[in-house]
């Protein structure tokens, strides 16, 4: 995409974020939430289908072809499996290092997007800005989950927009 473009869309996306009403964003990002969840989940089962069924086939004696095309979604690993798997464990963690990176990848684009609301955030009352907490925090634990690692990119745009929340709080109590 043009640079100049790329800022334009960009920039578009910023600003329809920020006019959103709460409600509508806290429904936009549960729904992106779920699909990217959807998606991490699916590349882990993928992988360990793929680990069980070249187990269980002997796959030293499985054609590189059907390596090859058992395994073609997987980028990181694709050399690998058309020369021969001659470690399944190998195998295990290449595609654990996938699941991560997909999960590592989704919270850093949700924390972008995140981010344009900043202001937004901050002026939320407690039980709007818990509503969005909540749902962001999940999300970050279940990709955790999944990916079995820290996973720190949207951890810390939610913990960051909790001190504008908490200040706001404060500075309205007295």
Known sequence: ????????????????????????????????????????EGVQIQGAIIVDVLSAIGYDSCPPRVLFLFCLYILVIRSQLQQKVTDIPALEED???????????????????????????????????????????????????????MIVGLRGTVVGQVGGVFLLCIMDSY
């Open 95 to 149: 595609l654990a290092d996938v699941v991560s990176s997909v999960a590592e990848l989704s919270n850093t684009q949700v924390a972008k997007v995140i981010s344009y609301r900043s202001e937004q955030h901050a002026a939320l009352s407690l039980e709007e800005f818990l509503t969005f907490f909540n749902d962001s925090w999940a999300f970050v634990i279940k990709c955790e989950t999944v990916s079995r690692r």
């Open 1 to 40: 995409m043009w640079p100049v473009l790329k800022h334009v869309c960009r920039a578009g996306l910023a600003n329809n974020l920020r006019n959103m009403s709460q409600t509508e964003f806290v429904a936009v990002i549960q729904r992106v939430y779920r699909r990217i969840l959807n998606g991490v």
